[in-house]
């Protein structure tokens, strides 16, 4: 029976703070308020996280996107309230990354213009990878990412470009030479910012 009381009193006080928590963050319509919050309340460990509406398709992803009208949602011992989006670009390519020290720009140049020659005459992008990309990845290939992952001149340097264009890029101060091979059309996405509380403390 006293076992059973305070089983009882934690489901309230569980219940209680969770209801607590949800009132606090519909409040919430800033980044800005929802960082005070965080600083505020540290036991509540609040965090804000973004989730891409265009790489990310979990379940939970899904669940806290669609909970955006509703204000907030509890969710796996956590609580999630959207509080803003941002537009960014989702982009596709592969590379080829000329690491090579003790090269001049002006040897790096012609083994790209090496590259270059020999796709235009036929040779695959994924061979000329596998004969001279440097990092290591063998395919290269990257996939949709967002624009964000990478500084903004690669990113801008890549959205200058069309679905299948070859092109070189250069970033001197981070010793990055390129050869690109751009795969996909640019795709505008959403970024949301969540602020993520754990409720189930």
Known sequence: MKTTLLI???????????????????KIETLEQANTFIKENPKLKGEIIEINAGTDSSDLAKKIIASKAEGSVALGGNTYRVIDYRKSSLLKLSYINLLVENLSLHQIDSIRKVIIAKYNSGITFSALVKQYNTDGNPNSELGWFSEDMFVPEFATAIKEH????????????????????????????????????????
Do not use: H
């Open 8 to 26: 009882t009193i934690a489901l309230f006080n569980l219940t209680s703070f969770a209801q607590d928590a949800d009132k606090k963050i519909r």
């Open 162 to 201: 069309r679905k299948d264009e070859l092109f070189t890029i250069d970033l001197p101060c981070k010793t990055w030479y390129y050869v690109i091979l751009k795969t996909g059309d640019d795709r505008v996405v959403k970024v949301y910012s969540v602020l993520k509380i754990e409720s189930g403390k």
